[in-house]
Protein backbone atom coordinates (compact mmCIF):
# COMPACT_ATOMS: atom_id res chain seq x y z
CA UNK A 1 0.00 0.00 0.00
CA UNK A 2 1.52 3.67 -0.45
CA UNK A 3 2.27 6.16 1.92
CA UNK A 4 -0.54 7.32 3.81
CA UNK A 5 -0.29 11.03 5.45
CA UNK A 6 0.63 10.23 9.25
CA UNK A 7 -1.58 12.65 11.58
CA UNK A 8 1.16 14.41 13.93
CA UNK A 9 -0.34 16.61 15.83
CA UNK A 10 -2.63 14.78 18.52
CA UNK A 11 -4.45 16.52 20.87
CA UNK A 12 -6.11 15.70 24.31
CA UNK A 13 -9.71 15.41 23.00
CA UNK A 14 -8.67 13.14 19.88
CA UNK A 15 -9.59 9.62 19.80
CA UNK A 16 -6.99 7.08 18.50
CA UNK A 17 -9.14 4.26 16.47
CA UNK A 18 -8.16 1.14 14.35
CA UNK A 19 -7.90 3.16 11.31
CA UNK A 20 -4.91 5.18 13.01
CA UNK A 21 -3.47 1.90 13.83
CA UNK A 22 -3.73 0.33 10.07
CA UNK A 23 -2.63 3.61 9.42
CA UNK A 24 0.44 3.02 11.45
CA UNK A 25 0.87 -0.33 10.36
CA UNK A 26 0.44 0.23 6.39
CA UNK A 27 3.28 3.05 6.83
CA UNK A 28 5.65 0.50 8.63
CA UNK A 29 5.64 -2.13 6.25
CA UNK A 30 5.74 1.19 3.38
CA UNK A 31 8.87 2.19 4.98
CA UNK A 32 10.24 -1.51 5.59
CA UNK A 33 9.65 -2.01 1.19
CA UNK A 34 11.83 1.72 0.81
CA UNK A 35 14.12 0.37 3.13
CA UNK A 36 15.01 -2.63 1.84
CA UNK A 37 15.03 -1.91 -1.79
CA UNK A 38 17.39 0.47 -0.88
CA UNK A 39 19.82 -1.53 1.11
CA UNK A 40 19.04 -4.65 -1.39
CA UNK A 41 17.96 -7.17 1.14
CA UNK A 42 14.04 -7.80 2.22
CA UNK A 43 12.81 -6.45 5.74
CA UNK A 44 10.49 -9.04 7.02
CA UNK A 45 8.00 -7.48 9.74
CA UNK A 46 4.85 -8.71 11.47
CA UNK A 47 2.12 -5.88 10.68
CA UNK A 48 -2.15 -5.87 10.88
CA UNK A 49 -3.54 -3.98 8.17
CA UNK A 50 -7.54 -5.10 8.97
CA UNK A 51 -8.28 -4.03 11.99
CA UNK A 52 -12.37 -2.67 12.46
CA UNK A 53 -13.80 -1.22 15.42
CA UNK A 54 -14.62 -5.13 16.41
CA UNK A 55 -11.61 -5.95 16.94
CA UNK A 56 -9.21 -3.86 18.33
CA UNK A 57 -6.28 -5.17 20.24
CA UNK A 58 -3.74 -3.26 22.75
CA UNK A 59 -0.52 -3.49 24.53
CA UNK A 60 0.81 -6.27 22.39
CA UNK A 61 0.40 -4.60 18.79
CA UNK A 62 1.86 -1.69 20.77
CA UNK A 63 4.91 -3.53 21.00
CA UNK A 64 4.56 -5.56 18.41
CA UNK A 65 4.44 -1.87 16.39
CA UNK A 66 7.00 -0.14 18.37
CA UNK A 67 9.37 -3.55 17.78
CA UNK A 68 9.07 -2.39 13.86
CA UNK A 69 9.67 1.20 14.02
CA UNK A 70 12.98 -0.08 16.44
CA UNK A 71 14.04 -2.59 13.72
CA UNK A 72 13.73 -0.15 10.97
CA UNK A 73 15.64 2.88 11.95
CA UNK A 74 18.58 0.24 13.11
CA UNK A 75 19.05 -0.76 9.90
CA UNK A 76 19.68 2.89 8.51
CA UNK A 77 19.72 6.10 10.83
CA UNK A 78 18.09 7.90 13.42
CA UNK A 79 16.44 10.75 12.36
CA UNK A 80 17.04 14.00 13.90
CA UNK A 81 14.35 15.12 16.23
CA UNK A 82 13.59 10.68 17.26
CA UNK A 83 11.94 9.84 20.49
CA UNK A 84 12.64 6.54 21.50
CA UNK A 85 10.45 3.98 21.44
CA UNK A 86 8.53 2.41 24.12
CA UNK A 87 8.31 -1.18 23.79
CA UNK A 88 7.15 -2.21 27.40
CA UNK A 89 3.64 -1.72 26.89
CA UNK A 90 1.29 -3.96 29.34
CA UNK A 91 -2.44 -3.41 29.92
CA UNK A 92 -2.08 -1.53 32.40
CA UNK A 93 -1.01 1.35 31.09
CA UNK A 94 -2.69 4.31 28.66
CA UNK A 95 -1.99 5.14 25.36
CA UNK A 96 -2.71 8.94 24.85
CA UNK A 97 -2.06 11.80 22.81
CA UNK A 98 1.83 12.57 23.20
CA UNK A 99 2.12 8.74 21.93
CA UNK A 100 0.38 9.09 19.22
CA UNK A 101 2.12 11.79 18.06
CA UNK A 102 5.45 10.01 19.14
CA UNK A 103 4.77 6.98 16.95
CA UNK A 104 3.39 9.28 13.83
CA UNK A 105 5.92 11.80 13.98
CA UNK A 106 8.56 9.29 14.40
CA UNK A 107 7.08 7.21 10.93
CA UNK A 108 7.28 10.49 9.14
CA UNK A 109 11.02 11.55 10.10
CA UNK A 110 12.23 8.56 9.44
CA UNK A 111 10.17 8.14 5.88
CA UNK A 112 11.26 12.28 4.91
CA UNK A 113 15.09 11.12 5.84
CA UNK A 114 14.69 8.14 3.31
CA UNK A 115 13.52 9.88 0.82
CA UNK A 116 15.99 12.13 0.91
CA UNK A 117 18.84 9.59 1.02
CA UNK A 118 17.33 7.99 -1.85
CA UNK A 119 17.11 11.19 -3.62
CA UNK A 120 20.64 12.03 -2.84
CA UNK A 121 22.05 8.72 -3.89
CA UNK A 122 20.45 9.48 -7.31
CA UNK A 123 22.69 12.72 -7.60
CA UNK A 124 25.36 10.77 -5.78
CA UNK A 125 25.86 7.86 -6.47
CA UNK A 126 28.12 5.04 -4.45
CA UNK A 127 30.75 7.52 -4.02
CA UNK A 128 30.94 10.86 -1.71
CA UNK A 129 30.27 13.92 -4.02
CA UNK A 130 33.68 15.20 -4.78
CA UNK A 131 35.58 11.83 -4.14
CA UNK A 132 37.91 11.04 -6.51
CA UNK A 133 37.98 6.82 -7.38
CA UNK A 134 41.51 5.89 -8.08
Same mark, same amino acid.
Given at each position: MPWQIPKINWLPTDFYNSDDLNRVEN $? !???? +???????????? /?? =???? $? @? /??? @???????? $? @? !?? =?NISLLVSKFYI? +???????????SDQAFGYSDANRLERNLFLLYELLNKTIDNYKFSGTFSSGEAVL
Open positions: $N !IQHL +ATMLGSYLGQTI /TL =SVVL $N @R /TMT @RFEYFDSL $N @R !IE =SP +AGWEASKTTWS
